[in-house]
């Protein structure tokens, strides 16, 4: 799960086997990339399903594995 300051993203970001979730954030560039991305604003309203989602890694305030 991806939190900006607006907006709830759930789905899957592809790791290598063996990697953390703060090895790919360090080796991200300008983008997130998302698949099967369900997006919801902070009050949990629904916005949108997306088989694929950039986020801008300027935007993350926290990555939480679920």
């Known amino acids: 799960m991806v939190l900006t300051g607006t907006y709830r993203v759930k789905g899957f970001i592809s ?3 063996g990697a953390r979730v703060t090895d790919y954030m360090v080796e991200a560039k300008d983008f997130i990339a998302v698949t099967d991305a369900e997006v919801r604003d902070l009050n949990d309203r629904h916005l949108l399903n997306a088989p694929f989602l950039n986020i ?3 935007s993350v305030h926290i990555v939480v594995p679920l």
């Open 56 to 58: 801008s890694r300027e």
């Open 15 to 17: 790791l290598v086997p």
